[in-house]
């Protein structure tokens, strides 16, 4: 074969592979960036349900609000009679207030978002949350824990936060 006919094939062999390592190197780095925004989406929406839910919380605790506790009174008749909210029977514009619907529909939201499988890195504390939002009974939250509550939600937001980093440079 002539020099020139090699140093061509040479040539476009070299392009090529250029090409292709560049294809896959971009489709990498949106990849990365693809699943690094959908947990940080994750993680605002997190946060936003978790201030509804831990604000509602804290006005009960703080103020002991009568009003809203007899709506909550109203809602929740019997101990233990709903769990976390589901198929609660509401009359929307008669018995709730619109925070207290907020707050249920955070927890809901907070509880739906949460993978049990601790077995998951960075999964170790949401088997504990789970049962800590089980746990949350508005006829009865001044004895519930909020700085509990506060302390499983930042362990599990830091957690998240570190993958977020991990897949950012490509640590995945």
């Known amino acids: 074969m002539e020099p020139e ?11 090529l592979i250029t090409a292709l390592i560049t294809y896959y190197q971009f489709r990498k780095e949106q990849w990365q960036k693809s699943v690094s925004d959908s947990r940080n989406h994750w993680l605002n929406c997190f946060r936003d349900e978790f201030g509804v839910l831990a604000g509602y919380i804290e006005f009960l605790q703080s103020y002991e609000c009568q009003e809203e506790l007899e709506i909550i009174t109203e809602v929740f008749p019997k101990e233990n009679e709903v769990t976390i909210g589901y198929n609660t029977p509401i009359n929307k514009e008669e018995k709730c207030s619109k925070k207290l619907l907020e707050a249920l529909n ?40 909020l700085d509990l509550f506060k302390k499983l939600t930042n362990l599990i937001l830091e957690k998240e936060w570190q993958k977020v980093k991990r897949e950012t440079k490509g640590d995945i």
């Not at 006919?5 to 392009?15: E, K, M, R, S």
């Open 5 to 15: 006919i090699i140093a061509a094939l040479l040539t476009v062999g070299g392009v």
């Open 106 to 145: 955070a927890k809901n939201k907070l509880y739906t978002r949460i993978n049990t499988n601790s077995s998951t890195l960075g999964n170790e504390y949401n088997e504990a949350y789970k049962l800590l939002l089980e746990s949350i009974d508005f006829s009865k939250i001044t004895e519930f824990d």
